[in-house]
């Protein structure tokens, strides 16, 4: 069963264009959703992280919005430029026991950000 | 210096074979985990370690184990590798927050004839 889906599995936007990834979560006991930017020969590296206590949150270029209601969050890339072009990973995690758990990661969205 | 290695890089074996994988940090975080990403699958957890003492199984641990020789090293193992093992291999490590952001290594890829 798969915990988190992750929409679309790939995406190609123009320079300077918005791109939007959506993921959405089974689990109600999830209360960190991070996303992950992954480049080709890299391992995954954290990108932006949200609680279920906000609706959303932007750093930079980079905003997830968060529907607690719907279980349902969305990386969206505001101005995407050619380096934006990755795979990204949306995830998800339960603080219960510490957070220890490994993270519960969607499939994946291979971005192409098209000059 | 990296974090997080790992080692191999690149491997490739034949069917039968065992096989380490290695993995060291120095970030001195306890938590450590092991991953296995295959095309269009993501990442799926393997096994993860909260401790030196504390080893637990992920959601795809049959035909695998692990050794957790020190904090900062952690290894995993195919005892006998087949070909649908062929994937790329990620070790991550995290520290002790409720929120556990996930460091990870650059990967092993590993191929089994």
């Known amino acids: 069963q798969q915990q988190v889906k992750q929409s679309p599995q790939s995406l190609i936007v123009q320079k300077g264009g918005i791109s939007i990834i959506n993921c959405a979560y089974e689990n109600t006991a999830f209360d960190y959703f991070p996303w992950y930017q992954q480049f080709p020969g890299k391992g995954p590296a954290l990108l932006i992280a949200?609680?279920?206590?906000?609706s959303e949150k932007k750093e930079g270029r980079f905003t997830i919005s968060f529907n607690k209601s719907a279980k349902q969050f969305s990386l969206h890339i505001m101005d995407s430029q050619p380096g934006d072009s990755a795979t990204y990973f949306c995830a998800a995690n339960t603080s219960s026991g510490g957070g220890a758990d490994g993270l519960t990661f969607g499939k994946g969205t291979h971005l192409i950000i098209q000059p | 210096d990296a974090d997080v290695t790992q080692t191999p890089r690149n491997r490739i074996t034949k069917t039968g074979k065992r096989i380490m994988l290695e993995c060291s940090q120095t970030?001195?975080?306890?938590?450590m985990y092991w991953y296995r990403q295959d095309p269009g699958l993501g990442l799926q957890l393997i096994y993860y370690s909260f401790d030196v003492k504390d080893i637990n199984k992920g959601e795809i641990s049959d035909g695998y184990s692990v050794s957790r020789q020190a904090q900062a090293k952690f290894s995993l193992s195919l005892e006998s590798a087949i070909p649908n093992q062929t994937a790329l291999y990620f070790c991550a490590t995290s520290g002790a927050s409720s929120y556990n952001e996930q460091f990870f290594g650059p990967g092993t890829r590993l191929t089994v004839l």
């Open positions: 970030k001195g975080h306890d938590r």
């Open positions: 949200i609680r279920p206590d906000v």
